[in-house]
């Protein structure tokens, strides 16, 4: 990580006080009016300021507002210790270049010295254009279309280059160290450590020989987390937010998310999304291979996060459940039933 962090590694939120808020902001020139709003964020910080009169006005934020005059911005503070500033700096140009392509979605202001990413009294932080929208309906063939068109145009921006200081999703860092991190957190109650040892090993190799009967397949600049709560969906259409995620992977990872239901739903809606999809680029087929792999790592990685960031007050508040036997036994039954499901044959596109 580059710069003075904020606190300590556990609570590097702890001096982040509404007044210090409004001091970062001042510094770039944003000048709020003392009202904000906490915004529903855990790994980062972020909030919703409301400006003053000097500000409201200004041309930059002014250009940027929906409405024309501004009358609030989001700020995100990030988490100490996570990216290193050319990892920021990395996601906010392929935002940016993804908002030269007039795709709609919504980039860190340019802000103080030319900058996206700034910094004040040890805080790294962007500010954003406030967005609003709704949940999209994930159950609708022609959202689920324009959807899929909307990850097709990403994908092909994505595929132009690839990241250079943004990690790839893989096995080691989605899978192996979230499992170590886990049996080394001392959450997973003692008659169930063996068992989650053994599942969890289970789970790995199943998701190592996916990838292997899948072959080479290419990856890109993914969102990398591309989920309802990251689509604030409006009449015009969608907007989407927070590419804090986003690195290199196969293009399924920012697909098999829309997805839900039994496997002939999944099916129709993956006809539906691809659809969409291949209107702008071409997707191979071979990549269902790694959907229940995928989702196999990212229940492993859910649990170390929040394991990880237990000494966060916001954590406890937000997952009260997680330090206790029935969460660990839930996981474990999870990760049983993705066993049995990377032994099942791909999920199959399924024409209306």
Known sequence: MDGKPDGSADTPFAGLTPDRILDALDSVDVHGDGRMLALNSYENRVYQV????????????????????????????????????????????????????????????????????????????????????????????????????FVGRIHAVGSVRKFADRPALDLRSHGEQPRDDVLGSGFVPAELVEVYRGVSQQAL??????????????????????????ILWTDSGPHVVDFDDARMGPAVQDLWMLLSGDRELMGRQLQWVLEGYESFRAFEPVELLLVEALRTLRILHHAAWIARRWNDPAFPAAFPWFNTQRYWQDHILSLREQIALMDEPPIERIPS
């Open 50 to 149: 409301y400006l003053d009169e000097r500000s409201r006005d200004d041309p930059i934020l002014a250009a940027h507002s929906s409405g024309g005059a501004a009358e609030s911005v989001v700020v995100k503070f990030y988490r100490a210790g996570r990216w290193s500033n050319a990892a920021i700096v990395e996601e906010h140009g392929f935002v940016h270049e993804l908002a030269s392509r007039e795709l709609p979605v919504v980039a860190p202001l340019v802000l103080s010295a030319g900058a996206s990413l700034q910094h004040y009294d040890g805080l790294r932080f962007a500010v954003y254009p406030r967005r609003g929208g709704r949940a999209p309906e994930l159950e609708d063939a022609g959202t689920l279309r324009w959807l899929g068109r």
């Open 205 to 230: 190799l199943g998701v190592r020989r996916v990838f292997e009967r899948a072959g080479g397949i290419a990856v890109l600049r993914l969102h990398g987390d591309f989920h309802a709560g990251n």
